[in-house]
Each structure stands twice: as structure tokens, then as C-alpha cells.
């Protein structure tokens, strides 16, 4: 490493996905940096779920736990904002505080933000009883009453997905009309023994602090205790725009095209975790950062070598 570049790598985020990277490259004896901006996406829940010996921790308590735990192997960390970044050989990372960080490679863990239906009242329950991923949440709300909330035709995937924890299911079709569903979703619906309700909905009803159902625009009102929406994916990727990396547009989003290590298409830029795909759970976050900072240290040091010959 020459002196130009302070770090080996500057990881730009410092959610499960990014902490996982500097982990791995710590204990490698890279010098790494982590810039947080704490923002982090499952931040509105109280509880991590379906991540083996760690269910139940509230995600805060996680991300304290990461950040003491890769410190241990002199990672950095700065909580600021990543606002630009130009290549220079390596990669030089400009802060909102001021400061320009400058990496040999860069790995990108920037997340997505959920961009959630313009219902009133939605935003201020998200994560309480009003979830996105039953995988997530269901045991925990399982056999109470449910509502899905459609935005698209695929609000049925999650209707008959949510039908698994509760056979207390109805699917508001909201601004969706009902000849846009396929017949065979109608079967499927039929048989899952979801109800299916139009019209579109204009607000929540809360009892206590906590939700009680589900108000139309034609003043009905459908009791509900749990409503499932879909967020539409907002996936940070002003960085790998900026370097010039390639895109590929999917349902759920715009994401980098990668390989199986998380290697964008710019030379020394990888991306982790919900910064490269949709449906990265913290699990997956922690396994994809992990595969990026063990890809890194290896391009790294065969890089050194490679130059070290060649000198």
C-alpha cells in the first residue's frame, strides 16, 4: 500500500452488510475504514429475525455489537455521509463533513430506503403492525387479522405469501383494479381463503396505539389488527453511478450488475448486501459482506505480488 491511499478499503456503509466486509478484512490486516451515515433500513423495527443465534436481538443492539466486534481488528469508523466519490488510481470517497478518505478498493453497502405508500398514518406504524415481510414478522403476529395492501398485480404473492401465518387474510386491492389480477391468481386467492376487497384505501384506524383496521374511501371500515404493504425499493446507488457501474433494472429496483462475490462492473469496487439486491435479509447482508471482504483481501494481496514480479 503507498502512501497516496490511507486505507486498503473504504466501506461505505456500516449496516450488517458493510460491518461484515470490514470484519473479514481487519482480521486480514487490511487497513479499512467504515463510513456510517446510521441509517440503517430495518432501524423501525424492535426485532431481528430469522438470523440463527441472534433472533430476537433488536437491531440496534446488532449493529452495537458489530461495530465493538470488528474494532477489535482496528477497523475504523466515522459516522458521516459518503457524498461523492472520483477514481484515482484507488478510490477517493468525499464526506459530508469535509473530509476526502482515500482506499485502494471500495465496497459499497449503502442499502435501499422503503418507499411506502402514500396512505396516511402508514409511515408512523411501519415496522410496528405495519409490516413488509412475513418472514420477518409473521410468527410474532401469526393468527391475527390481516390486510395486505396492493400497489401492483404482485400484491398477490404476498397476500397468498402472509395466508401461511394467519387464515384471517383480506387483500385490499386499493389502485389496483380487480381485471388486472390473472384468474389463476383469483383461484389461488380463492383457495388460500383470502378475501379479496376493492376501493381504494384512504387511512388507517388506531384504537390504543395500535391498529384496528382498515378505513376505504367509501367511509367502510374493515377491522384489522396487522397490514402487510409492499415498499417500493429505493436501492442507494448514487456512488456506483458515479463511478460509472453497470445497472440492470428488475422489479424491485435498480441494482449493479455483479458477479458472485458482490464485484461490480468498475475494477476494485464491490457491493454488498440490500446496495446489490432486494431481498438481502440481515442473514444474507452478513454473508454477501463477508464474501466481498475475503474476495478483496485476496485481490489485494495478488495484486501486490503480481507487481512485486513484475518490479
Excluded at 456500516?14 to 460491518?19: D, E, P, R, V
Amino acid at each position: 500500500m503507498t502512501e497516496r491511499y490511507a486505507y486498503d478499503v473504504v466501506v461505505v456503509g456500516g449496516g450488517t452488510a458493510g460491518l461484515s466486509a470490514a470484519l473479514v478484512l481487519g482480521r486480514s490486516r487490511r487497513r479499512t475504514l467504515v463510513v456510517d451515515a446510521g441509517e440503517p433500513r430495518n432501524a423501525p423495527a424492535d426485532h431481528t429475525h430469522g438470523y440463527l443465534s441472534r433472533d430476537g436481538m433488536s437491531p440496534a443492539e446488532f449493529l452495537a455489537i458489530a461495530r465493538e466486534e470488528t474494532t477489535r481488528y482496528g477497523v475504523e469508523l466515522v459516522r458521516d455521509r459518503a457524498v461523492d466519490v472520483t477514481r484515482e488510481g484507488g478510490f477517493a470517497v468525499a464526506l459530508a463533513g469535509g473530509r476526502t478518505v482515500r482506499g485502494r478498493a471500495l465496497v459499497v453497502a449503502t442499502g435501499l430506503r422503503d418507499g411506502l405508500p402514500d396512505v396516511p398514518g402508514l409511515a408512523e406504524r411501519f415496522g410496528r403492525d405495519v409490516l413488509h415481510c412475513p418472514y420477518c414478522h409473521g410468527w410474532e403476529v401469526r393468527d391475527q387479522a390481516f390486510g395486505v395492501l396492493a400497489t401492483t398485480p404482485l400484491g398477490v404473492h404476498q397476500a397468498l405469501m402472509v395466508s401461511q401465518w394467519s387464515k384471517d387474510v383480506i387483500f385490499f386491492l386499493h389502485t389496483v383494479a380487480q381485471e388486472e389480477l390473472a384468474d389463476d391468481d383469483l383461484r389461488r386467492l380463492a383457495a388460500a381463503g383470502v378475501k379479496v376487497v376493492a376501493g381504494e384505501v384512504t387511512g388507517l384506524v388506531v384504537e390504543d396505539d395500535r391498529l384496528a383496521g382498515v378505513r376505504l374511501a367509501d367511509g367502510t371500515a374493515h377491522d384489522r389488527q396487522v397490514l402487510f404493504v409492499a415498499p417500493r425499493a429505493v436501492p442507494r446507488t448514487g456512488l456506483l453511478e458515479r463511478l460509472g457501474a453497470k445497472l440492470r433494472e428488475t422489479p424491485f429496483g435498480t441494482y449493479p450488475v455483479v458477479d458472485e462475490t458482490g464485484q461490480t462492473t468498475v475494477p476494485g469496487v464491490w457491493a454488498a448486501g440490500n446496495a446489490m439486491a432486494f431481498a438481502e435479509q440481515v442473514v444474507n447482508a452478513a454473508a454477501s459482506g463477508y464474501r466481498a471482504g475475503a474476495t478483496i483481501n485476496a485481490h489485494l494481496l495478488m495484486t501486490d505480488l503480481d507487481a512485486a514480479v513484475g518490479g
